[in-house]
């Protein structure tokens, strides 16, 4: 097993850090460092910055506009990007929807989308989530009726991340509700949301935020083209989707950056007359968290190196790395 980089990733590695140095603009970048909320405008500013340096997609094939790195080029560029406190673009255009456009698409759907996905023309969200159709999935209701050249779809899509900032939304939808099996009735919709009958509406979160949204579909007409793959086989586009991890998910970079910013806040802050770092019980939970980050960076370069060497995406196991990289952040 192999956990070292080699001279010329590093050289990358320093490419990518003196880059984002010099092109990351600073308000964005504070916000980041903040924890505040990036506006609309904030994320397509940054999608165009990187879209000019060839850098918005670099997972994509080379064809669309892809970078052409490997894996391991991947997971330093993404590394950096939290270590610099630069923001990820939101995965729904670039990584979901584009996955599944890759794979399930027809030529005229790729020809149409994903050049706009990969310079930021369109903010693409997601609409999976129901009430009561949550961790199940396949119990949603939000119904697409076939009529003629386009389909009318109706009901409800919830807890849509980023949903007021969008131009299109991909939707799981109920084509058939007499099937027998519940995942085989789905479809797999691409709406803009410009469309009459689409009203989004805000949930306020407990710290006040806004990032969630309800977005109710009312006699909705979307054009018979925008199906992706086939009518009642969306479950199998989902569930390709649903598996899509990506290795940059322990957000190792991020902790990094954020642990340092603990460390010194609590050397400056006073507890009985002595900075907080002195005090034994914060120390021990400090080095705790220090040693499951360690921990959680050599689990990713084992992912990396298996991948490497093997040229393959990882199984389901890389699960761990989301899990325990949320655990480390929080």
Known sequence: MDLSYSPEELAFRDEVRGWLAANLPKDIRDKVVGYQHLSRDDYIRWHKILAAKGWSVPHWPAEWGGTGWDVTRRYIFNEEFGLAGAPALPAFGPNMCASVLLRFGTPA????????????????????????????????????????????????????????????????????????????????????????????????????????????????????????????????????????????????????????????????????????????????????????????????????DKMRRSGQPPGADVSMLKLKGSEVQQ
């Open 109 to 304: 759907q790729k020809e149409r989308f994903l050049p706009r996905i990969r310079d930021g023309e369109d903010f693409w969200v997601q609409g999976y989530s129901e009430p009561g159709s949550g961790s199940d999935l396949a119990s949603l209701k939000t119904r697409a009726e076939r009529k003629g050249d386009h389909y009318v779809v109706n009901g409800q899509k919830i807890w849509t991340t980023l949903g007021h900032y969008g131009d299109w939304i991909f939707c799981l939808v109920r084509t058939d509700a007499a099937a027998e099996k519940r995942q085989e009735g789905i479809s797999f919709l691409l709406i803009d949301m410009k469309t009459p009958g689409i009203t989004v509406r805000p949930l306020i979160l407990m710290d006040g935020g806004h990032e969630v949204n309800e977005v109710f579909f009312d006699d909705v007409k979307v054009p018979a083209e925008n199906l992706v793959f086939e009518e009642n086989k969306g479950w199998t586009v989902a569930k390709y989707l649903l598996g899509h991890e990506r290795m940059g998910s322990a957000n190792v970079g991020a902790s990094k950056r954020e642990l340092a910013a603990l460390r010194a806040l609590a050397a400056r802050e006073m507890k009985n007359g002595r900075p907080l770092l002195e005090d034994p019980r914060f120390r021990d939970r400090l080095t705790r968290v220090e040693i499951e980050l360690q921990a959680l960076e050599l689990t990713a370069m084992r992912f990396l």
